[in-house]
C-alpha cells in the first residue's frame, strides 16, 4: 500500500467517531470538576470507542510501514502542515481518549463492585491509606 490509500480513511474514521460520539453522547475519557458549589468526576469509554480506536492505532502503523508516492502538484506550505496537525492531533485523541476512558472506570469499578461503561460522581470517593 501505498500513502495515498490512506488519504480519506483516517478523516472517515474520525468523522465517524466524532458523529458516533456526539449523537450517543458518550463520554470518552474522564473528566473532573471542583467548585466553590461542588465536585464532580465523570469517566467512562464505550466499546464502539475501543473498536474504532484500535482500527485507529492499527491504520498509524500500517501509515509508518507504507510506501511513499512521487509528490504532486504542491499544496500551500502552511495549509499543508494545518491540515496535517489536525489529522494528527484528532486521530491521536480518537485513538487515545477511549484507552485513558478505561482507567477510572477500573478503579470505580474496583471502589464499588459495580461496572458500568460511563459513570458520574458528585461526592469525593473515600481514599484508602492501607
Request: hydrophobic content about 55%.
Given at each position: ?16 467517531e ?10 470518552l ?19 464502539w ?5 484500535a ?10 510501514d507504507?510506501k511513499?508516492?512521487?509528490a504532486?502538484a ?24 477511549p484507552?485513558?476512558?478505561?482507567l ?5 469499578w474496583?471502589?464499588t ?5 460511563s ?8 481514599v484508602?491509606?492501607g
Amino acid at each position: 500500500m501505498t500513502v495515498r490509500h490512506f488519504r480519506w480513511i483516517f478523516p472517515i474514521a474520525i468523522a465517524l467517531e466524532l458523529s458516533v460520539s456526539l449523537f450517543t453522547a458518550t463520554l470518552l475519557g474522564y473528566s473532573a470538576e471542583w467548585t466553590s458549589e461542588g465536585y464532580r468526576f465523570a469517566g467512562g469509554s464505550a466499546p464502539w470507542a475501543l473498536g474504532l480506536a484500535a482500527l485507529i492505532s492499527f491504520l498509524y502503523l500500517l501509515l509508518m510501514d507504507a510506501k511513499p508516492v512521487a509528490a504532486g502538484a504542491p499544496v500551500a506550505s502552511l495549509l499543508r502542515r494545518f491540515i496535517a496537525f489536525w489529522v494528527d492531533f484528532l486521530g491521536g485523541m480518537s485513538a487515545i481518549s477511549p484507552v485513558v476512558g478505561l482507567l477510572p472506570i477500573i478503579v470505580e469499578w474496583k471502589r464499588t463492585g459495580v461496572f458500568a461503561w460511563s459513570f458520574e460522581r458528585t461526592t469525593p470517593a473515600r481514599v484508602n491509606t492501607g
